[in-house]
Each structure stands twice: as structure tokens, then as C-alpha cells.
């Protein structure tokens, strides 16, 4: 990973089939979580094989910010939080990732009170906190809003029971975080089921707490004093596997995932198969996706989990761009995720955005300058121009280090011609190309 992101580029000679074989990552989404589960003990922690991307360090910094001691030896995190200097995590660190908003949690759990500042604003939407906030009042924390910082204070141990009006990933793992080691009896009713707050339940019950109903929609948390150390390795990710396995199917290609839980896929093996791509499950941790055979247009609806992954929407778009014929992607959980779609018609794609369907008439892919303007739109146009014959250019290389480790160098381990390159500072915004 680099420093200097914002002012690179991928080049991407497209139109080869990828093949070989791929090991994918741990998850970042369940990486970011367990990070801040050091908080509830001052033993030492070890996360495993951590992903190296750009989010982590953001996470990491806002916990050296608030005084745990972090170290890296090779991929292993050690991390130790036996002294806190400050429950309060400024808006310099958590503007930069929505997601360190979560800290409020596990700082509530710790000191009794948290001063976080209110999340920015992202590139597809509004992605509003009022869940989270809704949450915490009703097990008693007493919040309030102070230019753009909120502060939270519980005067007891947690207690009662907490009903999402629809389920949030990051408002049920604030609330896990802040019941695990301080709380009564708590309650989390319509929680997520994303596997990420699994892996979340599955470490801190590791750690020692009482956890139940974690994967299901009622958890039930009781919360024990004195947390223990534990050596964990976070799950598989499932969006980076998914996002390979879309890259193989766009350019007809033939790629072995390593290293991946086909359990955990939700409806993206379903609907893979549903187009025409073969998926074989190999041997424990291993998919084959061979993508040779006659593929179909579909519809696709990104809904919570176990539904097809909002995250995987805009990279099954640009997939499904290189099928003749019209497809729909519709995105129940960000239902303004499309920033990929101005750039998929660069790329000569014919889409049209109606009522929040996208429909698309897939056919043969331009090569294009691409510009990603989140994680996920970064994927979609790496994909895109993976499968347009000739030489694209994808700007925005800094969304794409926040959640894909080393995407160059493993594409280019599946025979794909991508190469990193520094552009002059003036085109290194939205506007190049
Ligand atoms: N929402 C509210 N109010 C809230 C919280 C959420 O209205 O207080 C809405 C959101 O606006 C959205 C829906 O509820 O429409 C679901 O949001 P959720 O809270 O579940 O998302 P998140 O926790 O902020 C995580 C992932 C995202 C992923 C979503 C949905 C992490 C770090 N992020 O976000 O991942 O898209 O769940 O699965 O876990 C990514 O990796 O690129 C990414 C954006």
C-alpha cells in the first residue's frame, strides 16, 4: 500500500480471461470490529493475517489516538489497551471512515462515557447515525450533540432491550460492543446477520463474553467483567472473493479462490450461476468459478444479508454490462449506490437509471478513463476495464487500497495487465479523463 494513492493510477490492458488462482484476504468488514474489541480488555490481543489496507490504518490511528498500544509483526496485529488517555475520537480520524463511528461503542463500554464526532457524509448518499444514537438511549446511555460531536454517558451497566427498526451492520456491532463487558441483560432485537457480526460475537465470546443468537435476528448479550486476551483470525471476505469472482466471470476466465467460505456467500454463488458462470465448491476453502460457458442476463436486487450483498451490486454491474441483453440491478440498502453508472457509459456501456432500477444492455465494453469515487464503484470499474479490449485508466486508486490489498499485483498473478503509475497532481481528481 502507499501513501501517495490519491495520485495514482491503474493502467488496464483489458480483454484477457484471468486464470490461475487467487488467495483471498481476511475481511475487512469484520477486521475494523474486532480492532476495536481490544478496547474491552487490557490484555493483549493478537488478530491474525489482518488485512493491509488503508481502512485499517485509520482505525488503528484513531486507537493510538485514545492510547493502545499497537504493533504489526508481519500480517499479525498486537494490539494492547492497558491504559486509555482520552474516550474522545476526533473528527480529523473519524471523518476519514464512517465506520469509526462504531468506537462510541467500545469507549462507552470502557470509560463509562465517549466523545465521537459525527461521521461524514459518502460518496453514494447520506449514511445516517440515528439508529445507532436511538440504540444506546434505549438501554439508558444519556447522549447529546455538541457541534457535530456526540457524547455519550451511562451512569450504570447496560441494560434492557434494543429493537432496530430495519437492521444496520454497524449499529448492531455498536451495540454488542458497548453490552459485551458492561452491561445487565441486553437485547438486540432485528439485529444484522451479516457474518461480520458473527466473527464480532464469536471473538468477544472467545474473549469471554455471553453471547447468544449471534447470525440470527434476537442476540442476547450479558455482560461479564474482566475480558481475557485472545489470539483470533478474522473470516474470510466475502466482497473481495466476490469482486475476483466477478473480474473472472466478466473476462470468461477460469480462477480458483483460496482460502474462501463458500458458506458465507449469501445469494452471490446463486445468482453467478443463475447467468451461466460454473461455481464448484473444490475442497474445504477452495471455489472454482469458470466462466467459459454461455452466459444469460439476469435481475439482481441487493438486499441485507443473506441477500446479495450491496457491496458486490456495482461489480456484478459491470459484469453483467458484458452479457448481451438487459439486466436489472436494483439496491435495496443504498438505494443511490450508482456512482459506477456515469462511468460504466464511458466505458460505452448503454445503462439507464430509472426509479432506482438499473437497467442495463450489456454487450461489448470500450476501453475508458474510469474514475472511482468509493470502494465498491473501484471494483466495478477495475472489472469493467478488465473486460474491454484495449488500454483504460482507473483513477480514485485510493478507495480502491481501502478495501482491496494489492488489487494490481493479484490481478496481475491471474494473468491481467494492470500497472500502477503516479499521475501529475492536477489530474488525480474526478475531473481526469
Ligand atoms: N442506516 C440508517 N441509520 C443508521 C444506520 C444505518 O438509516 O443509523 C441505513 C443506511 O443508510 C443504509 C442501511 O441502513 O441504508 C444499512 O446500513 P448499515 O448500518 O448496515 O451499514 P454500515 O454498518 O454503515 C456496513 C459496511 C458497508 C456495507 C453495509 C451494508 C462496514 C465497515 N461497512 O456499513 O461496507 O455496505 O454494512 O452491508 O462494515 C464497504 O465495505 O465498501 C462498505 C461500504
Redesign the pocket.
Known amino acids: 500500500m502507499t501513501n501517495n494513492a490519491s495520485n495514482e493510477a491503474l493502467t488496464i490492458q483489458g480483454g484477457t480471461p484471468l486464470s490461475g488462482e487467487v488467495t483471498v484476504k481476511r475481511a ?2 469484520s477486521a ?1 470490529y474486532l480492532i476495536l474489541a481490544s478496547l474491552l480488555t487490557t490484555e493483549p490481543i493478537r488478530l491474525q493475517d489482518v488485512p493491509r489496507l488503508s481502512d485499517v490504518d485509520v482505525i488503528l490511528d484513531i486507537l493510538r489516538h485514545v492510547g493502545v498500544d499497537v504493533r504489526w509483526h508481519g500480517r499479525d496485529l498486537f494490539l494492547q489497551a492497558k491504559h486509555i488517555h482520552t474516550c474522545s475520537a476526533p473528527y480529523s480520524l473519524v471523518s476519514k471512515m ?2 469509526s463511528f462504531v468506537i462510541m461503542g467500545a469507549l462507552l463500554a470502557r470509560c463509562g462515557e465517549s466523545r465521537v464526532s459525527m461521521p461524514g457524509g459518502c460518496a453514494f448518499g ?8 436511538r440504540a444506546f438511549k434505549s438501554l439508558g446511555v444519556t447522549i447529546s450533540e455538541e457541534g457535530g460531536d456526540f457524547y455519550a454517558r451511562r451512569d450504570d451497566l447496560l441494560s434492557g432491550r434494543v429493537v432496530f427498526e ?6 448492531t456491532q455498536n451495540v454488542i460492543l458497548a453490552c459485551a463487558a458492561s452491561s445487565r441483560e441486553v437485547i438486540i432485537e432485528n439485529a ?1 446477520l ?1 457474518p ?1 457480526v458473527g466473527d464480532l460475537c464469536t471473538m468477544l465470546s472467545e474473549m469471554g463474553a455471553e453471547i447468544t443468537g449471534a447470525g440470527t435476528s434476537v442476540i442476547t448479550i450479558r455482560g461479564v467483567e474482566g475480558l481475557k486476551g485472545v489470539t483470533y483470525r478474522p473470516i474470510s471476505d466475502r ?1 473481495e472473493a466476490g469482486t475476483f469472482m466477478m473480474a473472472t466471470a466478466a473476462t470468461r476466465g477460469v480462477v480458483t479462490l483460496r482460502d474462501v467460505d463458500a458458506g458465507i456467500f449469501g445469494q452471490v454463488i446463486d445468482k453467478l450461476r443463475e447467468s451461466g458462470v460454473r461455481i464448484e465448491v473444490e475442497e474445504a476453502n477452495s471455489l472454482l468459478v469458470d466462466a467459459r460457458g454461455e452466459l444469460r442476463p439476469i435481475d439482481v436486487e441487493a438486499t ?1 444479508y443473506p441477500g446479495f ?3 458486490l451490486q456495482a461489480p456484478f454491474s459491470s459484469y453483467l454490462a458484458t452479457i448481451p441483453g438487459r439486466s436489472t440491478v436494483r439496491d435495496r ?2 438505494p443511490d449506490r450508482f456512482t459506477h453508472v456515469a462511468e460504466l457509459q464511458r466505458a460505452g456501456v448503454d445503462l439507464k437509471l430509472n426509479d432506482r432500477t438499473l437497467e442495463i444492455f450489456g454487450g461489448d465494453l470500450s476501453p475508458a478513463r474510469l474514475h472511482a469515487a ?3 464503484a473501484g471494483g466495478a470499474l477495475v472489472i469493467a476495464a478488465l473486460a474491454a479490449p484495449g488500454r483504460s485508466v482507473v483513477t480514485g486508486v485510493k478507495y480502491l487500497d481501502r ?1 482491496y490489498e494489492a488489487l494490481g499485483e493479484r490481478l496481475r498473478g491471474l494473468g491481467a495487465n494492470v500497472h500502477r503509475f503516479g499521475i501529475p497532481r492536477d489530474l488525480a481528481t474526478g475531473t481526469y479523463g
Request: proline fraction near 12%; aromatic fraction near 4%.
Open positions: 475487512k468488514n475494523l464512517r465506520a447520506p449514511r445516517p447515525i440515528d439508529r445507532h444514537i430495519a437492521p444496520t451492520v454497524g449499529g444484522a451479516e461480520e466482497i441485507e450483498p450491496t457491496d440498502v443504498y468509493d470502494i465498491r478495501g
